[in-house]
């Protein structure tokens, strides 16, 4: 069976708990990371070399970094709802998905590390602008993309996992260009996938630095 580790207020986390309520696929849940602790323990330790979460076993595999995860649960399950059976739809995905680990997922969560994971007193509002740019153009092409479109590739693919699990954190770090369409509307529409609002819409109140 398959088994995920890691703590459920993890983004990274929640894209893999969203794409296996996508699959609808019987698997075992062990929380670690974050305030519940347990990466440094061997059994852990053994099978990552980041020590982050997430992590995917299935048998005698260990998954780590949580985009590769998403593309392997996409080709391990072509018939789902987020499988990929085509080359050329699969490079499309790639462009996204890399496209977010490189611009957009690193602007949304600086962004959300300076304002809500660093306590007041030691933020910068120098990087908090550094950040909030990178996410005006970071985000400006996702919303081009998504332009006379449902989701990113037109179709729901695990390019809207990956970008669209940050969209529930830009919407609090970033109000003013979360509410601006198309990006609203994407919004909208990701919350209609059950394991969204299962997952992704949830409190990560635990995370906030304590001033
Ligand atoms: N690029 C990695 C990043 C993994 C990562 O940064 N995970 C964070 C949580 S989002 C982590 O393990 N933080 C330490 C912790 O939770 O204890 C991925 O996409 O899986």
């Given at each position: 069976?398959?088994?995920?580790?890691?703590?459920?207020?993890?983004?990274?986390?929640?894209?893999?708990?969203?794409?296996?309520?996508?699959?609808?696929?019987?698997?075992?849940?062990?929380?670690?990371?974050?305030?519940?602790?347990?990466?440094?323990?061997?059994?852990?330790?053994?099978?990552?070399?980041?020590?982050?979460?997430?992590?995917?076993?299935?048998?005698?595999?260990?998954?780590?970094?949580?985009?590769?995860?998403?593309?392997?649960?996409?080709?391990?399950?072509?018939?789902?709802?987020?499988?990929?059976?085509?080359?050329?739809?699969?490079?499309?995905?790639?462009?996204?998905?890399?496209?977010?680990?490189?611009?957009?997922?690193?602007?949304v969560?600086?962004?959300?590390?300076?304002?809500?994971?660093?306590?007041?007193?030691?933020?910068?509002?120098?990087?908090?602008?550094?950040?909030?740019?990178?996410?005006?153009?970071?985000?400006?092409?996702?919303?081009?993309?998504?332009?006379?479109?449902?989701?990113?590739?037109?179709?729901?693919?695990?390019?809207?996992?990956?970008?669209?699990t940050l969209m529930?954190?830009m919407?609090?770090?970033?109000?003013?260009?979360?509410?601006?369409?198309?990006?609203?509307?994407?919004?909208?529409?990701?919350?209609?996938?059950?394991?969204?609002?299962?997952?992704?819409?949830?409190?990560?109140?635990?995370?906030?630095?304590?001033?």
């Amino acid at each position: 069976m398959l088994k995920l580790w890691g703590r459920k207020t993890s983004s990274n986390v929640q894209k893999i708990l969203w794409a296996l309520e996508e699959l609808g696929q019987p698997y075992e849940h062990e929380i670690v990371g974050g305030i519940y602790g347990g990466k440094d323990k061997k059994e852990y330790a053994s099978k990552t070399p980041t020590k982050l979460v997430p992590v995917l076993e299935d048998g005698d595999i260990a998954l780590w970094e949580s985009h590769s995860i998403l593309r392997y649960l996409a080709k391990k399950f072509p018939e789902s709802s987020i499988g990929i059976k085509d080359m050329r739809k699969e490079a499309e995905i790639n462009c996204w998905i890399d496209f977010s680990s490189s611009a957009f997922q690193p602007a949304v969560i600086g962004l959300f590390w300076e304002l809500v994971r660093t306590p007041s007193k030691q933020r910068s509002k120098e990087n908090e602008e550094k950040q909030y740019k990178a996410l005006i153009s970071a985000s400006m092409i996702v919303s081009k993309q998504l332009e006379n479109r449902d989701f990113l590739l037109g179709n729901f693919t695990i390019a809207d996992i990956a970008l669209g699990t940050l969209m529930y954190r830009m919407r609090d770090v970033a109000p003013d260009l979360a509410a601006t369409e198309p990006l609203k509307s994407w919004y909208d529409k990701l919350q209609t996938r059950p394991g969204y609002t299962k997952f992704v819409t949830t409190s990560y109140e635990e995370l906030r630095a304590k001033d």
